[in-house]
């Protein structure tokens, strides 16, 4: 059977009468049985500003997929809010659940014989948890992004989300008091939508926009504008097309797009998450990808945007300036990005580009000329090295200090970290290690924003490393490497470090090392012992027995029966 009559074996098949009458229930007439069913998985809800915009943009899909000629469905799918568990258990939950919606998604399209699926979703996890259902069930598919925050404003500044959590740092070095740190927390998110700087949902939301899966100029829209929900109309009436020309995810997201995808991250100095996400894409679509393909692009592509965190700009100046297109254009125009690659629309990358001019307008300063860039190399590094053998992640523009050598201050989790840092514990030249916190041994792979915010907000920024086996939020900066694989819950390097070992990061070099001679590494990893999990039950138990390593994306369905 084509995949495009998918639901018409539930319509037309040998339990007809039963199929019918139940969907007569949900609204089809007598002439709806033919059309194609689209499903529309709606991420809202009002635990977060990210997705809390979202149902307009749902119900706006629906209509223009209804005019269009099909049957929409809508359905929910999850979100936890990273900003908001960050630095609690609850962080535990948030890698977590891209593998819920993914699953979720999954399930829903293919139980109910869905012929196409449009996902909304604005927090982290929403995006990449969508992608991979898409890949997985590779039916027309379209991700519209829920859209950006505004910038908050205080005392003549642009605010987001990490403003916040860098004034904690602040105002626990002395630097501000209490009445400066609450205006800051309380203009610093002013509406709805995703994390404004180039943190990692608006990371996604470009990387998306750059393999074809999204509408050109749709990933840098803030979340309250009218232009946000037109583009979920006419994201609907695009993937009808698709239907109707059996454009699927395999065609879209071939090698090429997953290229497109690390250039365009690499342009814009995205988010460190981007690594393990399209990680996971690639090998739920079947398309192979390695921690190495993202350091062969790196060489080879300059940072053009001058973006928070470590930058000035947030997404919406972005849009302003031209977006991701323009950004792309440029790519293209230095042959680093591959235009023939298919988009959703049926048209190439090129093709879509085509009125997007060759460089970008001198009236802005978010968007730098081709030859006066930010940086001349990409800033997500691959470091390998004795500490790391599977390799780690760091954003490496943005410091003044390309590398560190000190003693390790070891911390077996992020809130033993946290307290370090905040009683002034932790002194310039530290090299700080915060273990067991990674995909198994949280279980979950938490992100790191509350103390790296401390070590930014105590101005140690550029005094002191940090390395570990979770993760960074896309807010992220300063000489810090996440991803440290194999992590210290499987034996990884990382949990044979004492306090007081001397560790090298350098950036430069791409190299993570331990300072102790192979014999005493041999010697500390024969009494090593594995540490009990820290679940046993329930989501986070089942997600350590089956996660894989951040090396490869951290997903739990790898070779489950070899």
Not at 37 to 45: D, E, F, T
Not at 103 to 115: A, L, Y
Not at 178 to 193: I, M, Q, W
């Amino acid at each position: 059977m084509p995949d495009n009559l998918r639901s018409q074996a539930i319509t037309q098949g040998v339990q007809r009468s039963p199929n019918r009458a139940m969907l007569r229930a949900v609204g089809f007439g007598d002439n709806d049985f033919t059309k194609p069913i689209i499903g529309i998985a709606n991420g809202y809800s009002t635990i977060t500003p990210c997705n809390m915009g979202i149902n307009t943009l749902a119900l706006r899909a629906e209509s223009a997929a209804r005019s269009a000629g099909a049957m929409p469905q809508l359905f929910g799918t999850i979100t936890i809010s990273d900003g908001i568990s960050m630095g609690t258990e609850g962080m535990k939950y948030s890698l977590v659940s891209r593998e819920v919606i993914a699953d979720s998604i999954e399930t829903v399209c293919n139980g109910q014989s869905m012929d196409a699926v449009l996902a909304i979703g604005g927090c982290d996890k929403n995006m990449p948890g969508a992608m991979i259902a898409m890949a997985r069930l590779n039916i027309p598919s379209i991700f519209v992004y829920g859209g950006t925050i505004k910038p908050g404003h205080h005392n003549g500044r642009d605010l987001t989300v990490v403003s916040s959590f860098e004034a904690v740092g602040e105002y626990s070095a002395g630097k501000i008091d209490e009445s400066e740190l609450t205006e800051v927390e309380r203009k610093a998110c002013p509406g709805a939508g995703s994390c404004g700087g180039m943190y990692t949902a608006n990371t996604m939301s470009s990387a998306f926009e750059a393999m074809g899966m999204s509408l050109m100029y749709s990933s840098t829209m803030a979340a309250e504008d009218e232009e946000k929900a037109e583009s979920a109309e006419k994201s609907a009436y695009v993937l009808v097309e698709a239907v109707k020309n059996q454009i699927l995810p395999r065609d879209i997201l071939t090698r090429k797009a997953f290229e497109n995808a690390i250039a365009v991250i690499m342009a814009v100095g995205g988010s460190t998450n981007a690594v393990l996400h399209l990680l996971a894409i690639s090998r739920a679509i079947g398309v192979p990808l390695t921690l190495d393909d993202f350091e062969v692009i790196r060489a080879k592509v300059p940072v053009l945007c001058d973006l928070k965190p470590s930058g000035r700009y947030v997404a919406t100046d972005l849009h302003k300036a031209g977006g991701i297109p323009q950004v792309m254009k440029m790519l293209l125009a230095h042959g680093l990005l591959h235009g023939d690659a298919l988009t959703i629309t049926g048209q190439t990358i090129e093709q879509v580009l085509a009125d997007v001019p060759s460089e970008p307008s001198p009236n802005q300063d978010v968007i730098r000329p081709w030859d006066n860039p930010m940086y001349a190399q990409g800033h997500l590094a691959i470091l390998r090295g004795n500490l790391a053998t599977e390799g780690a992640v760091a954003k490496i523009t943005g410091v003044k200090v390309a590398s560190i050598t000190g003693p390790a201050r070891v911390f077996d989790s992020e809130e033993e970290c946290l307290l370090a840092i905040l009683d002034g514990t932790i002194k310039a030249g530290d090299v700080v290690v915060v273990r067991y916190e990674g995909p198994k041994g949280g279980p979950g792979m938490r992100e790191m924003l509350a103390p790296t915010s401390a070590i930014i907000g105590a101005g140690l920024g550029d005094k002191v490393g940090l390395i570990t086996d979770g993760r960074f939020s896309g807010g992220t900066y300063g000489l810090v490497v996440g991803h440290v694989a194999p992590e210290a819950a499987v034996g990884g390097t990382i949990a044979l470090v004492q306090e007081g070992d001397t560790i090298t990061i350098d950036a430069s070099a791409r190299s993570l090392h331990l300072h102790i001679s192979d014999q005493e590494l041999a010697a500390r990893r024969e009494k090593w012992q594995p540490r009990p999990p820290r679940y046993t039950k329930g989501i986070l138990g089942k997600y350590a027995k089956l996660v894989s390593s951040s090396s490869l994306g951290a997903v739990t369905d790898l070779d489950l029966f070899i």
